[in-house]
């Protein structure tokens, strides 16, 4: 998921007083240059790159068997696959870890 949605969230659930929670990233994490991710196509083939461009993606059939990863007019984010351990569930270097109450529930 693209960061700026979650961050986007956060704010509407601060404007509304609502609390916010990030569970998880998942295994993927928006591309940083320290990470040394493999890259593995839905043929199967791994390569180790350090970035891969939704260009890329588009421009190679190995990657996504035809499918396209870019629309005319949006931004694109690129990640890289590091694992959940990893990939933790920091937004903008803050652990959002809010939940609701749930009142009285019988």
Same mark, same amino acid.
């Given at each position: 998921m693209h960061p700026d949605w979650v961050r986007s969230i956060r704010d509407q659930c601060a404007a509304a007083g609502v609390p916010f929670l990030v569970k998880q990233w998942g295994d993927w994490l928006p591309w940083e240059p320290e990470y040394d991710p493999c890259w593995k196509s839905q043929n199967g083939k791994s390569e180790d790159q350090h970035v891969l461009f939704p260009s890329d993606i588009d421009n190679d059939p190995k990657w996504d068997d035809g499918l396209s990863f870019i629309n005319? !007019?949006?931004?694109?984010?690129?990640?890289?696959?590091? !694992?959940?351990?990893v990939a933790g569930r920091l937004l903008d270097g803050v652990l959002h870890n809010e939940y609701p109450t749930t009142g009285d529930i019988r």
């Open positions: 005319e !007019g949006q931004e694109h984010a690129v990640f890289q696959k590091v !694992g959940k351990k």
